[in-house]
């Protein structure tokens, strides 16, 4: 038999680039006279996490305790991130502006027209926020998770930092940060980030890592064990796809979840799996329901056990 924790028993830190995903939903009847673009009628417009915004979203959702650490900018974005993203340690650098992502769809949400960035101005990590973090973070965690969008919270000395407090780390990877993830328990590319960092160079950029897992779209997931040179793969469920926004985000949450109560990594793949078979299916910004979590978490175990 298996013995678990239980989900609120858990506790995750999560580090990374946070962002406001802004949509613009509307109707498009007909291309504008001034050039040749399609004109969207704004019928409605809402806002989500995005980045590790979205990794803490579906971790609240699962119903885990988390604290993150982020970078906003004194601005209402900033504050819209403040008020919702829970327990946090929010750094504001002299001119930092929060990061956003406007997204122009049309009702249905099926078709993304333009998206628009913010982003010149995020907060960048350096030696000081660095040691203002180690300052402040007393408590024991689970594990972490790093969240790397590569817009400047993420650097080496922070990783190493990190490193040091001894707790397994979860790498949502950059590959032009690939060296700072030496050593961390497991790194979640995708196919480009996997062939960037492992495939297209003669040595691996990243070194000593127990587990990768592959994210493969239509394929499913890859789960290698790289001390024990073994590897799994996960299939996909056949789902249409509508949007794969923030699926990266909640694989690395709901793996963290599983593993964090004590369930093996390859079960906490495939229950991770299915949860990114469902929220590709959903419009905007998605994460997993509670119900839905616990249902799969739940089928999962019992597999385990047969």
């Known amino acids: ?34 050039a040749p673009v399609p004109i969207l009628k704004a019928t409605d417009e809402y806002t989500e996490l995005g980045g590790c915004g979205n990794v ?36 504001v650098t002299p001119g930092s502006e929060t990061i956003q992502k406007v997204r122009m769809v049309t009702e249905g949400r099926q ?35 790093v969240s790397d969008y590569g817009k400047g919270m993420i650097n080496e000395e922070l990783m190493s930092f990190l490193k040091g407090l001894r707790t397994p780390i979860i790498v949502d990877p950059k590959p032009i940060h690939a060296p700072f993830y030496n050593g961390v328990f497991m790194i979640t590319p995708n196919e480009k980030e996997y062939e960037m960092m492992f495939l297209d160079t003669e040595e691996p950029l990243v070194k000593d890592v127990h587990y990768v897992l592959k994210t493969a779209g239509a394929e499913g997931m890859y789960l290698q064990d790289r001390i024990k040179k073994i590897q799994k793969h996960i299939p996909a469920e056949e789902v249409e796809i509508f949007n794969v926004t923030g699926a990266g985000d909640v694989v690395v949450a709901c793996i963290a979840a599983c593993i964090g109560v004590g369930l093996d990594v390859l079960t906490s793949a495939k229950v991770a799996n299915r949860c990114a078979n469902y929220v590709i299916t959903q419009p905007g ?14 089928e999962e175990v019992a597999r385990s056990l047969l």
Do not use: W
């Not at 101005?121 to 203002?132: C, G, I, P, W």
């Not at 910004?285 to 616990?294: C, D, E, N, R, V």
């Open 1 to 34: 038999m298996i013995n678990l924790k239980r989900f609120k028993d858990v506790s995750i830190l999560i580090v990374g680039d946070v962002m406001i995903d802004r949509y613009i939903i509307g109707t498009v009847t007909r291309i504008s006279p001034e």
């Open 56 to 91: 803490v979203k579906n971790l609240l959702s699962i119903g885990v305790n988390t604290f993150s650490v982020i970078g906003i900018g004194e601005d209402d974005p900033g504050q819209e991130v403040y008020n919702t993203i829970g327990k946090c340690m929010a750094l």
């Open 111 to 145: 078709t993304q027209l333009l998206r628009v960035d913010y982003e010149e101005n995020a907060v960048q990590m350096n030696t000081n926020l660095v040691h203002n973090i180690a300052a402040q973070l007393h408590e024991c965690y689970d594990l972490i998770i």
């Open 285 to 298: 910004t998605s994460s997993i329901p509670t119900k839905l979590f616990k249902e799969i978490f739940s």
